[in-house]
């Protein structure tokens, strides 16, 4: 059974970078499509990125395009998201969750096999 494990959150100033981390456990990730998502304090869980199986296809939210990258790599069973330009509004505990098609889908109920979640934090 696929298990997902976030890291690579923390606190960071506004204007700074953090590249969170998706690994598994169980199954290889290269079967399936990754999304992360957040959520903040009071708010609905919302889809930030997802990534095809190959990676060569990905969507994001109009609030990260142009800040946020989500990449791959199969061989060491890691979904990335790379997060630059960060924002307060970014605040958030950010999961990664798995979908077996891909449609460009941020929707969460489009995606199974919920990591625990890492927080990130922007202040200054």
């Known amino acids: 059974q696929l298990q997902l494990v976030e890291s690579g959150g923390g606190l960071v100033q506004p204007v700074g970078s953090l590249r969170l981390s998706c690994t598994a456990s169980?199954?290889?990730?290269?079967?399936?499509?990754i999304g992360w998502f957040r959520q903040s304090p009071g708010k609905e869980r919302e889809g930030v990125s997802c990534?095809?199986?190959?990676?060569?296809?990905?969507n994001s939210a109009d609030s990260v395009k142009g800040r946020f990258t989500i990449s791959r790599d199969n061989a060491k069973n890691t979904v990335y998201l790379q997060m630059n330009s960060l924002k307060p509004e970014d605040t958030a505990v950010y999961y990664c969750?798995?979908?077996?098609?891909?449609?460009?889908?941020?929707?969460?109920?489009?995606?199974?096999?919920w990591g625990q979640g890492t927080q990130v934090t922007v202040s200054a």
């Open positions: 990534i095809n199986k190959l990676g060569s296809r990905t």
């Open positions: 169980g199954s290889s990730l290269r079967f399936y499509v």
């Open positions: 969750a798995a979908a077996e098609f891909y449609s460009g889908s941020l929707h969460e109920a489009d995606f199974g096999s």
